[in-house]
């Protein structure tokens, strides 16, 4: 069975998720995000907690109850500018930082992965979940900033013990995950999971266009990254944004009999089957 089909969809449904990923970051891509989102053709988007962007984006989803939004666990920085600190207290999560107190680079996940002690792991997506849960938001699903699946089974498992704790849904994509997922009734993407960053910006308007005509019956999910600018060393969330905003992208939608959804029916799916 299709994990559209377990969403209550037809078999032959053509089903996208267009999650805007990073909200949280800085306030460009917080504009660009609920752009993406009121504007355009992106359903859901994940917050960022540890980013100095993360207080604007609490108080814009505050004000945007229609908006929905999950919380993108956040464990690596993505440029050696970034100041990226954990939630929690580094003392308190030694194997997760460096020697600055700060959380490692992206180009670290390697080491970051073998040294994490997941006692320290939980105690971290707990301090990201709690500043949102205190906030007074209430999100959809859990899902992973720059580390597929959570890099590890036991950290991915963390994750859906959290999700259901919680009475949330997980962004599951790498396929020992989803056939874990599957064999427990729980929605997973059935087809390969698109990250945007992996798009080359010049072309991502006519590779989005010929995606979307190309996609076959089931789940898809696309990570989008938008933002109203690029920052320096980045190239790409811009042309994200001014495709998922486009006349375009609505007409093919459209025309193509595309059901766009976020991650609430997910949820919902996944919830039935919380023992």
Request: aromatic letters at 4%; hydrophobic letters at 45%; proline letters at 8%.
């Amino acid at each position: 069975m299709l994990s559209s089909e377990l969403l209550g969809l037809p078999p032959d449904a053509r089903v996208l998720i267009v999650n805007a990923d990073d909200l949280g970051m800085s306030r460009a891509v917080n504009a660009g995000v609920i752009a993406a989102v009121e504007e355009g053709i992106a359903t859901s988007c994940s917050l960022m907690v540890p980013c100095p962007g993360a207080g604007q984006a609490m108080r814009l989803l505050r004000e945007r109850p229609h908006v929905p939004f999950g919380i993108h666990l956040t464990l690596v920085r993505d440029h050696p500018l970034d100041r990226w600190a954990p939630v929690a207290p580094a003392g308190e999560v030694p194997t997760l930082v460096e020697a600055d107190g700060l959380l490692p680079r992206y180009g670290q996940v390697e080491r970051l992965v073998a040294r994490a002690r997941i006692e320290e792991v939980e105690r971290e997506f707990r301090a990201q979940l709690d500043v949102v849960l205190a906030a007074g938001l209430h999100p959809t699903h859990l899902d992973f900033h720059s580390i597929a699946d959570g890099g590890r089974d036991d950290v991915l498992d963390l994750a859906v013990a959290l999700a259901e704790e919680h009475r949330l849904a997980v962004r599951v994509w790498l396929e020992p995950g989803r056939r874990r997922a599957r064999r427990n009734g729980r929605p997973v993407v059935d087809h390969p999971f698109l990250d945007s960053t992996r798009l080359h910006p010049a072309t991502k308007a006519d590779r989005y266009a010929e995606l979307l005509r190309a996609l076959p019956p089931g789940l898809t999910e696309w990570a989008v990254h938008p933002a109203t600018a690029d920052r320096d060393g980045e190239r790409g969330r811009r042309a994200d944004l001014e495709f998922l905003v486009s006349p375009l992208a609505r007409e093919l939608v459209a025309d193509e009999g595309v059901v766009l959804v976020d991650y609430r029916p997910v949820q919902e799916a996944w919830n039935r089957v919380i023992p």
